[in-house]
C-alpha cells in the first residue's frame, strides 16, 4: 500500500518539474515582439558599443513617431546564435545588429526579411551594398565596414612600399628584427590575414557576379591559385613570413618598434598609438602583380523575418539608421569607416580612417554564402602546411576537392 | 528508504479506529511545531501556487495546453504533499526531484527527441514559418522599376494604396485582389495624392496601428499577374515587384514561375522537386534513425574513427593514471608528519586547480609555440621543437598539460582518503615485518581504492569528453593528411563530433545529438565495468 503512494506521489512529482520550466520560458517574455499598441513597438538587439550611440536616434524616433524602441544590449558573441533560436521560437527581435558574413545561413534558415532600401541604395559604399546582397535581394542596412591594411611605423619607413618585394627590402634595410609581420596561427596560418597576397595573383575563393555577390562555384584552386600557393611555399622557405609569430606576437613585434610593417585591422590602430608609434595606413603591397584586395567585413542591421512591426522596423532602419549623423554616431563609437558614403567622407578627415577605407573600397566583400564555412575548415590547414614546406601544388589542389567535397556534402 | 508507517501493530483493534486515531495524532503532531512553522509553510505555499497561477494564464494564453496542464497537476500533487500530515519522505524530496527533472532528466530527453529530427541549419522551426520565409525572400523588386509616392487610404476596415503615377502624376488606386484604377477628383499635397473621395487617409500613427495587414497589401498592377504588383514598406513609397515562387497550400506545392519547377512536401522536412533538389528553409520533421545510421556510415568519419578512438581511450586512461600517480605521491610525501610548512605547500599545490582550464589551456599553447614559446626559448635555451604540430608531440603535449590541471584534485582527494586510513593498521603491518613498500602496495594502497575508486571513474568519464582542453590547446590538430574533412591526430570523439556536426557555418543538432547518445552509451558502460570492478575491493573492510 505505502509503496504505491510513493510511487505515485513521485510521478507527480516529477511532472512538477514542468513548472519550473514553464518559470523558465515565461521569463524571456520580455524581447518578445508584441502587437503594436497606439505608436508602435520595437525590440531592437545590439552590442554594448553601439547602444551607446544609438541613444540618440531612439529618443528622437520615439519622439518624432510616438513608438516605443527597447534596446536590448547583447554579448557581441552570443548575437548570432541567440538570433538563430530565438526568431523561430517566436521572441526575437525585430531588429538585430550582425555581420554580413552571417547573411547566407540567415536566409537559408530562413530568419531574415528583405529590406527594401529604394532610392537609398547609391548613398551607401558599393562593398557595403555588395556584402549585403543575396540572390539579389538587400537583406540588411549597412553601418560600418572593416578590413586589413598595410599599418608602416613612419620612423622606420618613410615611404609606402610598390609591391611586396620592395617592402621585404625595405624592411631589411630599416635593420629591424623583422622585415615585416603578420599574425598566423602555428596550427591554421591565417587566411583572412594572407587573403590580399591571394588577390594580388588575381586569385578570388568563389567566382563573383557582376553585381558583387558570390556564385558557390569555387575558383580557388585556378592558375592564379597555384601560383600564388608556390609564392606562399617560397615566402615560408625564405622565412619571411612565420606562422609562430602570433597575431599577439606580431602586434608585440610591431608595437615595440621590431617591424616597419604589419598587416592588420582598425582594431589594432589604438594599442598602436599608445604605444607611440607613429602610424600611416597603406594599400597592401602585390605580391602577383595585381591589386591586393582584403576580405572586407560589413556591419549592420537586419530585419527579423517574424517581425510584426515591419513597417515601423523599415521606418527605423532606413530612414534614421541610414542617416549621416547615426552613421557617424556609430563610426566614433567603434571606429570603422561608416558605410553611409556622406559619413565616410565626413570621417575621412582622419588619415587613418581614410587609408582603412581606401583599401577596403578596392577589397571584395567576404562571401556570405553558406558554403564559406566548408572553406575555412580547410583553407588555413593548407596554407600552414606549405609554409612547413609541403609541397604547394599539391596540398593546394588536394584543399580545393577537400572543400568541394566538403560542399556536395 | 520506509515510509512512516501508520499501521498500529496491535492487531485486536479494529482497523479503521486505529486509523484514525493515528491521524489524528499526526495531525496533533503537526499542530504542535508551533504555528511559526505552519505560517512559513503557507507563505511558501501562496508564492509557489501564485507563481504557477500566473505560469497556466501564460501558458493558456499561448496555446501551450498541455504544460499548463502538467504545471497545474504539479501544483496540486505539491500542495497536497505539503499541507496534508505523514508524506514524510516525498515532503523532503521534492524539491530534489523538481530540479533533478528539469535539469537532468529534461535535458537527456531532449536530446534523445533531437536525435531523433532534422533539427538544425535550414530546418529550425515549423512549416508555416518556412513558407513565409520562402515567399518573403522570392519576392524581388524589379529592375529599375519606378518608385510611386503612396498615401494608405481605409474603406471599411480594407486598406487601399492611393499612389501617384511617377510618369503621368496621376492618381491612381487599388487594393488586396483590385489592380491599379485611376482616382477622377484625388486631393494633391503638391504632386503626391494625398486624398480620395470615400476613403479616410491613414496618418503614420494610424498606419503603425495596422502595420501587419499594410505590410501583406499587395497590390497588382493589371489584371495580368506577371506584370507585378505594388507593395509598400514604409507607408509612403511603394515599389513593384514581382514573386518568382507560388504557394499553393491546396496542393501542397511550390513553383517556382521562372523555370516552372514544382517544389512537393514529401515529408522530409523541405520542400524537394522531383529530381531531387531541395529549397531552403526547411521545417522541422522526426527522421527515425537516420541520424544514428548517418552516424555509423558517415564516410568522412571512417577513415579517421578507429584512431580517434583509440586516442580518446589513451588520452582518458593515461589522464587518470598520471594525475593520480602525481597527486598520490605528492599526497604521501604531504602527508609525513616530519614535513615542515605543510599548509603552505598545499596551498601551492591547489593553484592549478584554481586557474580557469580554459585559459591555462591558452597560456600553456602559447608557451609551446615553437619559436617564441616559454619552454623553446627559455627552458630549452631556444630549441626548435614543434610540441604542437609533431602528431606525437601534440599527444604528449596534451597529457602534459592535462596533468598539470589535474594532479591537484587528485592530491586532494588523495589526502583526505589517506587520513582517513588508521594509523595502528600501519603499526600492525611494521610488527609483522613488513617494508614501507609493502605496507603501502599491500595495505594502504587497497584501503585507498576503496574509496578513490569511483573519483577515478568520474575522472576518466571526465576526459573522456574533455572538450576544451583539445579545443582550447591544439585544436584536435595536427591534421590527418589523408582525412577528407578537419579531423586531427589529437581530435577526442566529443571534439570530432563537433567538426561533423558543426561544419562551418552548417550546424546539424541531430546528428550531434545522435552522436551525443552514443558517446554516452560508451561511457557508462565503462564506468558500468568499473563500477562492477570495485566492488570486489569494497570486501576489504
Known sequence: MMVIRKSAAIAALAAGSILVLAGCSSGSSSDETTAPVDGGELTVWVDSDRAEALQDVVATFEEETGSTVNLVIKDNSKIRDDFTQAVPAGNGPDITIGAHDWLGSL???????????????????????QAFTYDGQVYGLPYATENVALMRNVDLAAEAPADFDEMIQMGNDAGTQYAFVVGLDPANADPYHLYPFQTSFGNSVFEQNADGSYTSTLTIADAAGQDFATWLGEQGAAGTINLNLTQDLSKEAFNAGESPFIITGPWN???????????AVDPIPSAGGDTARPFVGVQGF??????????LANEFMVNYLGTEDVQYALYEAGNRPPALTAAYEAASSDPIIEGFGAVGAEGAPMPSIPEMGNVWEFWGVAEANIINGQDPESTWTKMADDIQASIDG | MTGATTEDPKQQEDPRAAKRRARAQAYAEAAGAGWKVWLAKIVMLGIIDAASVYAIFVLAASGEWLVGAIVALVTIAVNYIYLRPGLLPAKYLTPGLIFLFVFQIFVVLYTVYIAFTN?????NSDKEDAVNALLLQSQTRVE??????????????????????PDTGEALIGGEEQPLEPVADAEFDGSKAVAAPGYTSLDFSGIIANQGAIADLSVPLTDD????????TDGSTSYVFISNMEWDPVADTMTNKTTGVVYRDIGTGAFTADDGTEILPGWVVTVGFDNFARAFTNQDIRGPFIAVTLWTFAFAILSVATTFILGLFLAIVFNDPRMRSKKYYRIIMILPYAFPSFLSALVWAGMFNQDFGYINQVLLGGADIAWLQDPWLAKFSILVVNLWLGYPYMFLVATGALQSIPEDIQEAGKVDGAGVWQVFRLIKFPLLLVSLAPLLISSFAFNFNNFNLIYMLTGG???????????????????????????????????ASAFSIIIFIIVAAVSYIGFRQTKVLEDLN
Open chain 2, 144 to 165: 529599375e522599376s519606378a518608385a510611386y509616392p503612396t498615401t494608405i487610404v481605409e474603406n471599411f476596415g480594407s486598406f487601399f494604396l492611393l499612389v501617384t503615377d
Open chain 1, 302 to 311: 537586419y530585419l527579423s523575418a517574424k517581425s510584426e512591426n515591419t513597417i
Open chain 2, 225 to 232: 499577374p506577371n506584370d507585378g504588383y505594388l507593395k509598400t
Open chain 2, 119 to 123: 533539427y538544425g541549419s535550414g530546418h
Open chain 1, 269 to 279: 590602430v589604438a594599442d598602436s598609438q599608445a604605444a607611440g608609434i607613429n602610424i
Open chain 2, 477 to 511: 590538430g595536427p591534421r590527418f593528411p589523408d582525412a577528407p574533412i578537419n579531423i586531427g591526430q589529437t581530435d577526442i570523439m566529443i571534439s570530432m563530433v563537433y567538426k561533423t556536426a558543426f561544419v562551418g557555418s552548417m550546424r546539424d543538432y541531430g546528428l
Open chain 1, 107 to 129: 536566409v537559408q534558415d530562413g530568419l531574415v526579411a528583405p529590406l527594401e532600401l529604394g532610392d537609398k541604395v547609391s548613398e551607401f559604399e558599393d562593398v557595403a551594398i
